[in-house]
């Protein structure tokens, strides 16, 4: 049977206190409702319906065609925001999963086990519950002598003897989507003043249906995230979960505790993560590769056999076996060639650093080109900003640029060339020349050692 997906993220989310909307909070680096989205895909070939209302425009442009948007203008609850999608979903049939978005960690597996349930029941409803110690929060679900689910009463409407309940309302369901729609107008406004979709429940035994529950066993997966705290919890279980997978496709992790990898970044087998490294974005990295201790790293690609030691990179590339640090600093469009090192307090920004150069210590390298086997000498800066413009510097194969000498960009430095110790180069040095002094001109003939 078709399975379609709808997800409910109008609500405000008060509780977040917060300028943005409940789910576009960051979780292991990616919005709510991308991991909503995420687990809806893993489930059905259908594009997930989600109902927007509170900060719509956010989730739009998150999301833009990778989902179906409906609109709740006024959030009047679980089962209002359910209605809005009436309109685009009611000739669909087959089976609907509607989950919420502030539950970030709900497996497919699970929302897999609902629809099966469904398929051999042929039930109107098969819900998901848990038991907890701590019912704080949730709707209670109420059974009768024999067992039958009969009705969900939330945690405001409860009786003294509801409250007590430990079985409670996971807030993911699977509808018979034939049944669900005219179903749904003979829900009541609640005392609150809001249409709970959790009295769906109650509509369907009153006309002798039964609902059908499955009792989740990792109340993990059931973390709803109303504030911050529970933010905090729904990370710690999200990075335990994403590190675990990748320890057991070969990443070593010193401590996995501290070390934190967003949902989207891959690892290749035989890497090495120390303490306190941080994978972010969409951060590639290749195997056998040493990172961290310290190393904070945004969507970069990093190839095999690299090491990166106490250093922040964001949008940069390493290729094979090249390394960054001690604090070094490669910003976006850094790319250090095979075999090349960056270390000591170093700055690269839009440059390439060629295969088997260096540049150890003090540099900063911004908009340039820079051939293999280069040595950039200590404290060297390439003066790429002239107060108006970016300019671009090129340094070629096998040059050799003296301690604490700036380049004032835009410039060309031939192959093999040397610059003396604390040059200032403002003019274009040809291949094999040594060019030395403020502002540096070539050395006379006969006086070829160059400072260092
Ligand atoms: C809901 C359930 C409760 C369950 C709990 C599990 C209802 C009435 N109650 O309570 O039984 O135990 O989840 O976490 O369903 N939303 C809209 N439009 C609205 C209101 C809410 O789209 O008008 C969305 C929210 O964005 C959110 C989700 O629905 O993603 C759940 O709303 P929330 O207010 O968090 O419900 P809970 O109080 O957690
Ligand atoms: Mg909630």
Redesign the pocket.
Same mark, same amino acid.
């Given at each position: 049977m078709k399975i379609s997906t709808l997800i +409910?993220?109008?609500?405000q #989310?008060t509780r977040m206190v917060s300028n943005l909307p409940?789910?576009m909070h960051p979780l292991a680096g990616k919005p709510l409702i991308r991991h909503a989205v995420r687990t809806a895909c893993a489930v059905s070939d259908e594009k997930p319906v989600v109902?927007v209302?509170h900060g719509s425009e956010r989730v739009q442009q998150e999301m833009g065609s990778e989902v179906e948007f409906v609109f *709740?203008h006024e *959030? +009047?609850?679980?089962a209002?925001?359910v209605m809005a999608a009436e309109e685009t979903m009611r000739e669909r049939g087959g089976m609907l999963l509607v989950f919420?978005?502030?539950?970030p960690l709900i497996t497919p597996r699970t929302l897999r086990s609902l629809a099966e349930c469904m398929q051999t029941d042929q039930t109107s409803i098969c819900m998901l519950t848990v038991e907890l110690d701590d019912p704080h #929060?949730?709707?209670r679900v109420i059974r009768d002598p024999s067992g039958k689910v009969i009705e969900?009463v939330?945690e405001a409407q409860a009786t003294p003897a509801q409250r007590e309940i430990r079985e +409670?309302?996971? #807030?993911v369901y699977c509808f018979d989507a034939g049944w669900l729609w005219d179903a749904l107008h003979q829900i009541r406004i609640s005392s609150k003043g809001?249409y709970? =979709?959790?009295d769906i429940v109650a509509v369907a035994t009153s006309s002798g249906r039964e609902v059908k529950a499955i009792r989740l066993d990792d109340p993990d997966e =059931?973390v #709803?995230i109303?504030n911050r705290i529970h933010l905090a919890e729904a990370e710690k279980i999200m990075r335990r979960r994403i590190n675990t997978a990748w320890m057991l496709q070969g990443v070593t992790m010193v401590n996995p505790e501290t070390c934190y990898i967003d949902a989207d970044v891959i690892i290749g087998k035989d890497t090495v993560l120390f303490p306190n490294t941080f994978l972010r974005g969409k951060t590639e990295i290749g195997e056998a590769c040493l990172i961290g201790p310290n190393a904070i790293i945004e969507s970069c690609k990093i190839a095999n056999g690299c090491k990166v030691i106490a250093s922040v990179m964001e949008g940069a590339q390493m290729d094979e076996g090249s390394e960054i640090g001690p604090f070094g600093h490669l910003r976006k469009g850094a790319h250090l060639g095979e075999g090349a090192h960056m270390g000591n307090f170093g700055e690269m920004k839009n440059s390439y650093l060629g295969p088997h150069s260096k540049m150890g210590h003090f540099s900063y390298v911004g908009d340039a080109q820079i051939a293999e086997n280069v040595n950039i000498g200590a404290g060297t800066i390439t003066c790429n900003y002239d107060g108006v413009r970016k300019n671009r510097t090129e340094i070629g194969a096998g040059a050799f640029i003296g301690s604490d000498t700036m380049l004032v960009a835009p410039l060309k430095i031939g192959e093999g060339a040397k610059t003396g110790a604390g040059a200032v180069v403002t003019h274009d040095v040809p291949p094999g020349t040594v060019v030395v002094g403020v502002p540096a001109r070539p050395l006379k003939k006969g006086k070829e050692e160059v400072e260092r």
């Open positions: +409910l993220a109008a609500g #989310g409940k789910v109902v209302g *709740q *959030q +009047l609850g679980t209002h925001a919420y978005a502030d539950m #929060g949730f709707g969900i939330e +409670l309302n996971a #807030g809001e709970y =979709l959790t =059931l #709803g109303n």
